[in-house]
């Protein structure tokens, strides 16, 4: 079936570098795209979020790129700090039939470390 | 906002008994619920949606009489494991969405860790 995978399960970097987070979905109709951070142990955190009529969106810190030409989905975090070390998932939802709820599809996972 | 909070955090059980994980939204309405599955370094799997007043919907491979949902107010959804038994063992979680003006953003709990022995 069709899945949202990601190129890289880690990423260490230095603190203060920018992280760059990839992601590549196979569902060419999913519409609505969102990161979350999951720290061990804990429930995802919303990071952001983008709909498919755009491609580009800025958070704090945050910017997520969406290239639907290549169905490539990407997270940038600024000047990446040790609390932004966590897991970081993407997730698509895919609007089938016009109904108004999609089912969130999680990403497999990238590992990001950030060393002091 | 958007709190959404999960008891226990931790739950040790004997194989053959029944838990029960409570899934709250501290300060919204969710007319939604989901509930997860996360086995370690792995995604989280989708395991049911629950709307507020009826039944849940199940996602393929899930029994739903070995996870009984009930998701009885806007602000409260519970998932009862039944007969647990050690491949149960997993983190739970669940996550809330308002709905309401198209805000279809899920908000997770922190998770449940049950550990059957």
């Known amino acids: 079936g069709e899945s949202v995978g990601l190129h890289l399960p880690t990423l260490s970097v230095q603190e203060g570098d920018n992280s760059i987070i990839n992601c590549a979905y196979s569902?060419?109709?999913?519409?609505?795209f969102i990161w979350y951070k999951q720290e061990s142990g804990k429930g995802p955190q919303f990071i952001i979020d983008?709909?498919?009529?755009?491609d580009k969106r800025q958070g704090q810190r945050v910017t997520v790129l969406l290239n639907k030409t290549v169905k490539h989905l990407s997270l940038q975090i600024a000047a990446t700090q040790p609390g932004d070390s966590a897991v970081y998932f993407c997730?698509?939802?895919?609007?089938?039939?016009?109904?108004?709820?999609?089912?969130?599809?999680f990403g497999q996972g990238t590992i990001l470390t950030v060393h002091p | 906002g958007a709190v959404v909070s999960q008891h226990p955090s931790r739950v040790i059980c004997k194989s053959g008994t029944s838990v029960k994980i409570e899934c709250r939204s501290l300060?919204?309405?969710?007319?939604?619920m989901f509930w997860y599955r996360q086995f370690p370094k792995k995604s989280l799997m989708l395991m049911a949606t629950?709307?507020?007043?009826?039944?849940?919907?199940?996602e393929q491979g899930v029994e739903k009489d070995k996870f009984l949902i009930n998701h009885a107010s806007l602000t409260l959804s519970t998932l009862t494991v039944t007969s647990a038994h050690p491949e149960d063992s997993s983190f739970y979680i669940c996550?809330?969405?308002?709905?309401?003006?198209?805000?279809?953003?899920?908000?997770f709990g922190p998770g449940t860790r049950l550990l059957v022995l």
């Open positions: 996550s809330a969405s308002p709905g309401a003006g198209g805000d279809e953003t899920q908000y």
């Open positions: 569902n060419s109709a999913s519409d609505y």
């Open positions: 983008i709909r498919s009529n755009m």
């Open positions: 997730a698509e939802i895919l609007h089938a039939g016009g109904t108004s709820y999609g089912k969130l599809t």
């Open positions: 300060d919204f309405q969710a007319t939604t």
């Open positions: 629950s709307n507020e007043g009826s039944k849940a919907t199940y």
